[in-house]
């Protein structure tokens, strides 16, 4: 007898769906049981059903991970009968999807998931202290929320792709954000912040604020998230352009953007402050020859042409790319993390003055 099971590994939103075999303690994928598979490319989806003969699996649960089409993360657990007979499986409680363990093969994954738990805890832990403190919420992704309400939670969420190669992206895709938004927490820090006017909203594209703050000046200052900025590209302007409009255009979407007082919207902003792009990732990854110096950071401060322009890594970055970026007055700021050596150096550079 045969279970037939099929995982939606890609569709046209953000839904989908992949099963998995509790076998012992470990969740292993079921593409490990199954003796024929088939893809089924659709116009909205591509499906990957499993045929797997009900001895392999017999008295083991098989887990549904299901991603809705907003994001949202849920589970649903099986027992073979049920799949056969197209029952509706149980409910899995938070704290059971905490508990699972999957099977990992790759050594790359394995690396994330280490990294994650020792540098990107603390800073789940930080972000969460300081919500608190400022009583607010965050507005972010389903899958970063994931995280913050609990990491190995969050790691769940990310685990649960299918094939290894999507793991990798989904785990670099979240400990990006969550980099992101350690590093709006501590800005908040070192600026002084003392009432946050309402919750963040870690919104991609928005040319609406991300946080509104008062210092302990009694000053306000705006922040902004991966704001989009369009404009007619100024005098001497060498980046990209958009081919729209006769290639007259340019647009870039730094990291955080941030301006004294208090302002509605980045079209009212006549003058910024601090602008700060976070790099994650080993510094191989994202220094691609220098190119990231021309084609993103100075189009980047050449569109919003801010005070104090920083890059915020967390991996070390070689002094000769320090000095090359300095010379184009890009502050480098490294091994920038909780209690890493950067963390003083980012404080001092935005500090303002007294």
Known sequence: MIVRVADEPKTRTRRKVFHYVLEGSVLRHVSKYAVKEARIVGRKALKVVY???????????????????????????????????????GSVSMQEVQALEFEVESDEVRELVREILERYGPMVDEINSFRKGMNISVRTSERVGDYLKDLKYGLAGSLCNWPEETRVDSLEQTSRLLYQLWTLKTTHEALGAVRVERGWLAEQGSKYPASVFVDDRDDYWTCWFEPQRV????RGYKGPLTPLFERKIAWRRPTIVIARGRHDSLTDVQKFDILIECRNLPFGRWWRDGKVIREHFLPCKAL?????FIIASMKPVPDWAKSEMHEEGLFVVDEFYPGGKGLSQFKKLIQPET
């Open 51 to 89: 045929d797997i003969p009900v001895e392999r699996v017999r008295g083991k649960d098989v887990y549904e991970f299901r991603f809705s089409s907003s994001g949202g993360f849920t589970a649903v657990k099986f027992s073979p009968s049920e799949l056969l007979e197209g029952g509706e499986g």
């Open 231 to 234: 404009k007619r590209a100024p």
């Open 304 to 308: 919003f042409q801010p005070g104090t």
